[in-house]
């Protein structure tokens, strides 16, 4: 099954029969006759009743809503991002082009509401929130806010800074420079 090319997702994906006693395919199966809609419904489903941990709860709820969705691959995710919010998707592709500059081991993972930026670990995120903002997470631990980089970890604690941007003209050598340097301290 292709669900994502992130080879962290799929080394759960592998070792999923071992370590829950089920293929993804099963959990999928028990999942869909459960017949909730809520994540954290499911969630609770697999951790209460099967014992599953959080971390392999919460992926296969994620790979079973994305399947749900019919979203299977990167470009599907990074398309859907941008279906409702076609505004943000030049700001994407312009910060896209600035990260990608900065080497080859640059990762791109897309997620259902925004995209990893990966060197050896995550440094960064890009989120289309609204149809007119997109929020830029940094990981930049130790650095004080200045400019316009904001304090706040927006994402449930995976950035420690982030900036917003409105206009392809608001993406600028500062906005580039501070992900440049959350791209180096991931290194």
């Not at 691959?73 to 082009?97: F, R």
Request: aromatic residues 8%; proline residues 3%.
């Amino acid at each position: 099954m292709e669900y994502t090319d992130d080879p962290q997702v799929q080394t759960m994906i592998d070792n999923m029969p071992e370590k829950t006693g089920k293929s993804i395919e099963d959990w999928f199966k028990i999942l869909k006759n459960a017949g909730l809609e809520k994540h954290g419904e499911m969630i609770s489903l697999l951790k209460g009743e099967y014992s599953v941990s959080h971390g392999f709860a919460n992926t296969i709820v994620l790979l079973f809503r994305q399947q749900q969705e019919g979203v299977t691959s990167d470009d599907d995710l990074v398309t859907a991002q941008y279906a409702k919010k076609p505004e943000m998707k030049a700001l994407y592709d312009e910060l896209i082009a600035a990260v990608s500059a900065f080497g080859k081991d640059v990762e791109l993972a897309p997620k259902k509401a925004y995209v990893s930026l990966r060197r050896a670990k995550q440094f960064g995120i890009l989120q289309p929130s609204t149809k007119s903002r997109m929020d830029i997470g940094v990981n930049l631990r130790g650095e004080e806010a200045s400019g316009v980089l904001l304090e706040g970890d927006k994402w449930s604690g995976m950035c420690t800074h982030h900036i917003e941007v409105h206009t392809v003209d608001e993406i600028t050598p500062e906005v580039v420079s501070w992900l440049r340097k959350a791209y180096e301290n991931a290194g």
